[in-house]
């Protein structure tokens, strides 16, 4: 599988521009919804924080779309991070199934 170039969309993105914008609701008006605080919506919808299993599960109730749509989301985000950090580490030895030696 090709290495990703491009970091993927955070979650705080989509919410703005898929489902925020097109329905005229503020970050205000949807952190009440979500039972959340302005401020952690807005840090989220900015990419200054994650989504949270709890988290995911309240946007999905108010959005009515599924905590794994969000999740899912902020796991690719978070697995290209991980990857750009780690860059070219790798581990000092393996241990695959069936490869045992010892």
């Known amino acids: 599988m090709p290495k990703r170039e491009r970091r993927p969309t955070p979650p705080g993105e989509i919410l703005r521009e898929f489902y925020l ?24 919808v900015n990419g200054r924080a994650s989504i949270t299993s709890e988290t995911a599960v309240r946007f999905a109730e108010v959005l009515k779309t599924t905590p794994q749509f969000w999740l899912n989301l902020q796991n690719a985000v978070d697995l290209f991070d991980a990857r750009r950090k780690l860059g070219t580490w790798r581990p000092a030895e393996t241990h695959a199934s069936g490869t045992a030696t010892d």
């Open 21 to 44: 914008q097109p329905r005229g609701l503020s970050v205000s008006r949807f952190a009440r919804a979500a039972d959340l605080t302005r401020k952690h919506v807005s840090n989220i």
